[in-house]
């Protein structure tokens, strides 16, 4: 008999039973649900189910960042709904405008551990992977039906390995290494599956960057996505947690659909053209390419270090292309501010904005006009993704996009560093 | 059996052209969310669909976002069955809660033509004069698509009519 990948591990966990393989369809307990701007919507669903309260109120937590500070006066209505939902029901955990994006903060938080499951109502929830967490985003009904029940039926996924190896390059991040899977394996070859990564790769990877790849497996269209929790991730939730942890990792014989290797030293910086997130070449078949804004942002581009990355380059120059920098969090923002790092993109012309999802999917604070081109540290740059139909998006790491604000077009941050 | 036209797409549609993002705190109504209906992927669809046609797409339907105003949309457009070579997995689970069928059909959509016309029974679809079989759902998903969706399923569940069975969410 094979081994047990993670997510047999984990999902047998949730579930608490002995052992589950994949193709078992069974229901699973989540240690922590949460939801977004979506929240009032689900709200609505779940009064028509009709349960008599929430399941566990104790372990949801309720972030505004999608579209936030509001827009609107019916995005603002739509948060009102969500405050009053909030203390009507006494949601353990809730995180005002200006805090930042779901994903960052329950990891900052510590609100979930290695080995632990969390389901969110967004498709980035993998990236809790960066931590060994079991993450997998459901629907607005699923998590009505999370509220109600505390659980929620799973088919057992299939397992994926993907082995890292070696150590980035200078003016390389864990986006491009993203970027170089999803561009040699396309969008489908994680479809309903559990991408495991495992190597010497995986540690020499900074912290800050880890969950860039984990997130964007959503992208390859994971269930959910893993990292082995090392004694670096150990030490960063240690700070904040407030419940014991068991990490999980899988069994050396587990039995994989598919296996793939990596090494990272050779990856260089990359970019995503319009409009999918695996058409990927190098930054120097891009080249030139005209650009009228770069962001800095999102869940997998707005952490300290693509802050960091941005200012590096930007540094005492004037910019050609308009720069827009929307931190992951009021904690990056913090330590932004302490660091000179935010000094630096202001000084340069960036345009900076209140934690949150900022223009990623089109709703405020950086939407482009017909024909405007956009270079994006998000992850997805799909046709009318930021809110205009014909408005090509550039997906790429935080050197590139801020090397491509200083010169105006696509430009290797090379000659910047 | 029973008659649809067809919408035939390519491969790795995904919800952003489906349902914009852009309205998904905005628009709240099943029927303001299915005037948008692949707003950003074909707009005769949008303009044209009528109650019963089909979509058949490529692999990969519905990849990105799990917004389900995705599934939403195309619902309440009157669309009672999507058939796919391959579904996004928050799609296909996105289908069922809904309670429209999503069925996995290979290379269907190589076949027809938009405005072609298939028939559809419980476990195959005739398609340009081929038999196509259905493969089956997992008991549980067929269990939830009979219900009409989870909402539905849980409805009568808290209302005491049915006994929660396992591996449909909240038995024990």
Not at chain 1, 204 to 226: H, K, Q, T, W
Not at chain 2, 35 to 44: H, K, S, V
Not at chain 2, 134 to 163: C, H, N, W, Y
Request: net charge negative; proline share 7%; hydrophobic share 45%.
């Amino acid at each position: 008999m094979t081994g047990w990948t993670f997510a047999e591990k984990a999902l047998a966990r949730a579930a608490g039973v002995d052992a589950v393989r994949a193709g078992d369809v069974l229901d699973v307990r989540p240690d922590l649900i949460f939801s977004h701007d979506n929240t009032a919507a689900i709200r609505r669903i779940f009064e028509q189910i009709g349960a008599p309260r929430l399941a566990r109120p104790d372990r949801m937590a309720i972030t505004l960042d999608h579209a936030a500070p509001a827009p609107t006066s019916q995005h603002a209505a739509n948060h009102a709904e969500i405050r009053r939902f909030v203390a009507d029901h006494g949601v353990a955990h809730f995180f005002e405008v200006g805090r930042g994006i779901c994903h960052q903060v329950i990891s900052e938080e510590a609100l979930i551990l290695p080995g632990e499951t969390i389901f969110g109502s967004d498709s980035h929830t993998t990236h809790f992977g960066w931590m060994g967490a079991f993450g997998m985003g459901v629907g607005r009904t699923e998590m009505a039906a999370l509220w109600a029940t505390g659980a929620l039926w799973i088919r057992v996924p299939e397992a994926v390995q993907i082995v890292l190896e070696g150590r980035l390059q200078p003016g390389v991040t864990a986006k491009d290494v993203c970027l170089r899977l999803l561009g040699d394996l396309g969008m489908t070859g994680g479809q309903y599956r559990s991408i495991e990564f495992a190597g010497a790769g995986v540690a020499s990877l900074p912290l800050d960057e880890r969950p860039v790849i984990p997130n964007m497996m959503a992208e390859f269209g994971a269930m959910n996505a893993y990292f082995p929790p090392d004694e670096v991730v150990f030490a960063a939730l240690n700070a904040r947690r407030t419940r014991d942890y068991a990490p999980l990792y899988p069994d050396a014989d587990a039995d994989y659909a598919e296996r793939h290797r990596l090494d990272v030293s050779a990856v260089e910086p990359l970019v995503a053209l319009p409009h999918q997130p695996d058409h990927v070449v190098p930054v120097a078949q891009a080249q030139g390419k005209p650009v009228d804004q770069a962001f800095i942002g999102t869940c997998t581009g707005a952490r300290y270090s693509d802050l960091a990355a941005a200012a590096q380059v930007v540094r005492g120059r004037r910019l050609r292309s308009r720069l827009i920098v929307i931190p992951a969090s009021s904690e990056v923002l913090e330590q932004a501010a302490r660091s000179g790092v935010l000094l630096d993109l202001i000084a340069a012309g960036a345009a900076v904005a209140s934690p949150g999802c900022g223009p990623c999917m089109g709703n405020h604070l950086g939407v482009p006009a017909p024909n405007e081109a956009t270079i994006s540290t998000g992850s997805r740059n799909f046709r009318g993704r930021m809110g205009t139909a014909d408005a090509p998006i550039y997906l790429s790491n935080p050197y590139v996009a801020a090397a491509s604000a200083v010169t105006g077009c696509i430009t290797h941050p090379g000659e910047f560093l | 059996m029973s008659r649809h036209r067809v919408w035939v797409y390519g491969d790795n549609v995904n919800t952003d052209v489906i349902f914009p993002g852009k309205y998904t705190y905005t628009l709240k109504s099943p029927e303001e969310i299915a005037a948008r209906a692949l707003e950003d992927l074909d707009p005769a669809f949008t303009a044209g669909a009528e109650p019963g046609d089909v979509i058949v797409a490529g692999f990969n339907w519905g990849c990105g976002s799990s917004r389900e105003q995705a599934v939403t949309a195309v619902k309440y457009r009157g669309v009672p069955a999507i058939l796919a070579s391959s579904f996004s997995g928050l799609y296909f689970r996105n289908c069922i809660n809904q309670g429209i069928r999503p069925i996995v059909l290979p290379g269907l959509s190589a076949v027809v033509q938009t405005g072609d016309f298939i028939e559809i029974a419980g476990d195959f679809v005739l398609a340009a004069g081929v038999r196509y079989s259905i493969p089956p759902l997992s008991v549980t998903a067929q269990a939830i698509l009979d219900a009409g969706g989870l909402t539905p399923m849980l409805q009568k569940r808290f209302r005491g009519e049915i006994t929660p069975l396992t591996g449909i969410g909240g038995g024990e």
